[in-house]
């Protein structure tokens, strides 16, 4: 009981003594405070921080040696201090904005897609195959595609033609019923075809 009574007096006696630091010196050290910030908030806090300092500290306080307000200015001082150390040892932060978006976007979906696409030609004959890589995959024209592939530009528009009607036919719900999951992947093989 009598170490509660020692405590509930040591408690009382701290209050006091933040309350008596807080009335002779609080304004001092706010306005000290403001003139180092340059912000009344952040003043605000740098006091706060300076009596929990004091509370934490108070015998520091209690021991004759130099002012009790010197004390608290001092560090207030290496509290604001200290905050800008520490806001000039983190990296600037960039926000972002449509001008400078993200670095570099998922590449996942680029990867299953063409995964798919790589699937879907595999379902079709070597020779509607050669023809849709020659115009989509290399990016000839018709007339190019033809003389690499040594077949007249006709049957090159033909194969191509008949090539994605097989993979929308294909891919439309007709070529594996058993797998919906490998329907509902190929929309791009779907959008390429249309």
Same mark, same amino acid.
């Given at each position: 009981m009598?170490a509660?009574?020692s405590?509930?007096? @040591?408690? /009382? /006696?701290? $209050?006091? +003594?933040i !309350?008596?630091?807080y009335? $002779?010196?609080g304004r *001092?050290?706010l306005a000290y405070a @403001?003139r180092?910030?340059?912000?009344? &908030?952040a &003043? $605000?806090d740098?006091v706060q921080?300076t +009596?929990?300092r ?6 520091s306080?209690?021991?004759?040696k130099?002012?009790?307000?010197g004390? +608290?200015l001092?560090?207030a ?6 905050r800008?150390?520490?806001?000039a040892?983190? #990296?600037?932060?960039v926000?972002?904005?449509p ?5 570099e976007?998922?590449?996942?979906e680029a990867?299953v897609d ?5 699937? *879907?030609l595999?379902?079709?004959? #070597?020779d509607?195959?050669?023809?849709l890589?020659?115009?989509y ?6 007339? $190019?595609a ?5 077949i007249p530009a006709?049957?090159?528009k ?5 090539? +994605?009607k &097989?993979?929308?036919?294909?891919y439309?719900?007709?070529g594996? #019923?058993k797998?919906p999951e490998r329907?509902? !992947?190929?929309?791009?093989?779907k959008? *390429? *075809? &249309?």
């Open positions: 009598a509660l009574w405590r509930a007096r @040591q408690r /009382s /006696s701290d $209050e006091i +003594l !309350r008596a630091l009335e $002779e010196h *001092a050290l @403001q180092l910030t340059g912000d009344r &908030a &003043a $605000e740098v921080e +009596l929990i004091a509370w934490k500290h108070h015998e306080l209690t021991n004759g130099g002012s009790v307000r004390w +608290l001092t560090v001082r290496n509290i604001v201090t200290d800008c150390r520490a806001r040892a983190r #990296p600037t932060e926000a972002e904005s001008a400078n978006g993200p670095v976007s998922d590449h996942a990867v063409s995964m798919v696409v790589m699937e *879907a595999d379902q079709l004959s #070597p509607h195959r050669e023809v890589v020659e115009l995959f290399q990016g000839r024209t018709v007339t $190019e033809a003389k690499t592939l040594g006709g049957t090159v033909s194969r191509s033609h008949y090539a +994605l &097989a993979l929308r036919e294909l439309a719900g007709n594996d #019923p797998n329907r509902s !992947r190929l929309v791009v093989v959008e *390429a *075809a &249309a």
